[in-house]
Nanobody
Framework: VELVESGGGLVQPGGSLKLSCAAS????????MAWIRQAPGKEPETVAT?????NIEYTDSVKDRLTISGDKARVYLQLDNLKAEDTAIYYC??????????????????WGQGTQVTVSS
C-alpha cells in the first residue's frame, strides 16, 4: 500500500487549504481512510475518517472546519477557517474496515509520509 499526500503549506489564520492523498495497492473493498495529524510535541490525533460505506467521522475540535471526501484511490481534506492550533503534519492513513473505523491512530496500519500545514500570520 502506498499513500502520498500533497497540498500542505503556509497559510494565514482564517485561510483554507485542500490536502490530497493518492492511494494505491489497497485491494480490499471494505476500507477506512483517515487523516491523522501530529502537532509539535503532541501525540498523533485522528481528525477525520471515511469508510467504504460513506460513513464519515470527525474529531470534535475540527467539526465544521474540516471536510473529508474521496474513496480508497484518492482522499481529500478541505481545511477552512484555519487556526494556529491546526499547525501540524497531516498524514493520510488506511486500514481494512472490520466493524468501524479506528478512532485511535494506532489502529491504522498504512500511513503516508505526511504533509506540513503551518498556520501563521
Amino acid at each position: 500500500v502506498e499513500l502520498v499526500e500533497s497540498g500542505g503549506g503556509l497559510v494565514q489564520p482564517g485561510g483554507s487549504l485542500k490536502l490530497s492523498c493518492a492511494a494505491s495497492g489497497f485491494a480490499t473493498s471494505s476500507y477506512c481512510m483517515a487523516w491523522i495529524r501530529q502537532a509539535p510535541g503532541k501525540e498523533p490525533e485522528t481528525v477525520a475518517t471515511i469508510d467504504s460505506y460513506g460513513n464519515i467521522e470527525y474529531t470534535d475540535s475540527v467539526k465544521d472546519r474540516l471536510t473529508i471526501s474521496g474513496d480508497k484511490a484518492r482522499v481529500y481534506l478541505q481545511l477552512d477557517n484555519l487556526k494556529a492550533e491546526d499547525t501540524a503534519i497531516y498524514y493520510c492513513a488506511s486500514q481494512q474496515r472490520v466493524y468501524l473505523c479506528p478512532a485511535d491512530p494506532r489502529g491504522f496500519g498504512f500511513w503516508g509520509q505526511g504533509t506540513q500545514v503551518t498556520v501563521s500570520s
